[in-house]
């Protein structure tokens, strides 16, 4: 996070940041969250500097052993123990009244979420020839997480001039989701919304589009030029999803995609 938020105390309404880019909230503390987000500029700035944790998560509940012992030691920034604990004891508290996702996740989410890079170390279940664990390490972009996956579904708005990619990869937890935006101008506010068989409504992502856009032939700037990728996952089976929606923080829709 940015030194100069850091340096200020953070009011309570604010922390629920931490646990809404990690997609542990139900529906209900989800809208809540979102309607504080659209008038809270300290929480769309980090918002914006969590986003893609959440598929990092869910990568990191594949990997087998019992957990992350060696994944500070990965990070090229190392967090103060102060600030460490208050994540992973704001994180933990949701994650056991939630039971959606094992342990190590925590520690791991509290260490990438200070730290930065997209790195880390994990202790491999299997043995080797000689029976020693092996360390695995994990380091990924939400675009090399979307080109992963095979399975991919696209559409594009012809009010709206928005297209989206999703990818799909289930997962024995849910299923992990990968989005390629293009053609969306800002500036806004996103989501990445998967509407299930039974008409339930699941948030996989939010994310903020600057006022050059994403994915714009003629843009302005290089980076307004490219797709823009983002990660997210959501609990219910890949079989149990209907469509994904992404649609902006006013609730119209861009575009629509069919699972």
């Given at each position: 996070?940015?030194?100069?938020?850091?340096?200020?105390?953070?009011?309570?309404?604010?922390?629920?940041?931490?646990?809404?880019?990690?997609?542990?909230?139900?529906?209900?503390?989800?809208?809540?969250?979102?309607?504080?987000?659209?008038?809270?500029?300290?929480?769309?700035?980090?918002?914006?500097?969590?986003?893609?944790?959440?598929?990092?998560?869910?990568?990191?509940?594949?990997?087998?052993?019992?957990?992350?012992?060696?994944?500070?030691?990965?990070?090229?920034?190392?967090?103060?123990?102060?600030i460490v604990n208050?994540?992973?004891?704001?994180?933990?508290?949701?994650?056991?009244?939630?039971?959606?996702?094992?342990?190590?996740?925590?520690?791991?989410?509290?260490?990438?979420?200070?730290?930065?890079?997209?790195?880390?170390?994990?202790?491999?279940?299997?043995?080797?020839?000689?029976?020693?664990?092996?360390?695995?390490?994990?380091?990924?972009?939400?675009?090399?997480?979307?080109?992963?996956?095979?399975?991919?579904?696209?559409?594009?708005?012809?009010?709206?001039?928005?297209?989206?990619?999703?990818?799909?990869?289930?997962?024995?937890?849910?299923?992990?989701?990968?989005?390629?935006?293009?053609?969306?101008?800002?500036?806004?506010?996103?989501?990445?919304?998967?509407?299930?068989?039974?008409?339930?409504?699941?948030?996989?992502?939010?994310?903020?589009?600057?006022?050059?856009?994403?994915?714009?032939?003629?843009?302005?700037?290089?980076?307004?030029?490219?797709?823009?990728?983002?990660?997210?996952?959501?609990?219910?089976?890949?079989?149990?999803?209907?469509?994904?929606?992404?649609?902006?923080?006013?609730?119209?829709?861009?575009?629509q995609v069919a699972a």
């Amino acid at each position: 996070m940015s030194g100069s938020m850091m340096g200020s105390p953070v009011p309570n309404e604010h922390e629920t940041v931490g646990a809404y880019a990690l997609g542990i909230l139900d529906d209900a503390e989800a809208t809540a969250f979102e309607a504080h987000l659209a008038t809270c500029e300290w929480c769309a700035q980090q918002l914006d500097e969590l986003a893609g944790m959440e598929p990092m998560l869910a990568a990191l509940a594949d990997l087998p052993g019992s957990g992350t012992p060696a994944i500070g030691e990965s990070l090229s920034a190392k967090p103060s123990p102060r600030i460490v604990n208050k994540l992973v004891d704001e994180v933990a508290e949701r994650r056991a009244q939630k039971r959606r996702r094992s342990m190590y996740m925590v520690a791991a989410a509290a260490a990438l979420i200070i730290g930065g890079p997209f790195v880390a170390m994990a202790a491999s279940g299997g043995d080797s020839g000689g029976g020693a664990k092996q360390n695995q390490v994990l380091a990924a972009t939400p675009k090399e997480l979307f080109d992963s996956m095979s399975d991919k579904v696209s559409a594009t708005d012809s009010s709206t001039g928005v297209s989206a990619t999703v990818a799909m990869q289930e997962k024995n937890w849910g299923t992990s989701l990968g989005l390629e935006l293009k053609g969306v101008k800002g500036p806004l506010k996103c989501s990445l919304i998967a509407v299930g068989t039974n008409g339930e409504r699941w948030t996989a992502s939010t994310w903020s589009v600057g006022k050059w856009g994403y994915g714009i032939p003629n843009g302005k700037t290089e980076e307004s030029k490219q797709p823009l990728y983002i990660g997210g996952a959501v609990a219910p089976a890949q079989n149990d999803i209907d469509h994904f929606e992404v649609v902006d923080s006013d609730g119209n829709k861009l575009v629509q995609v069919a699972a």
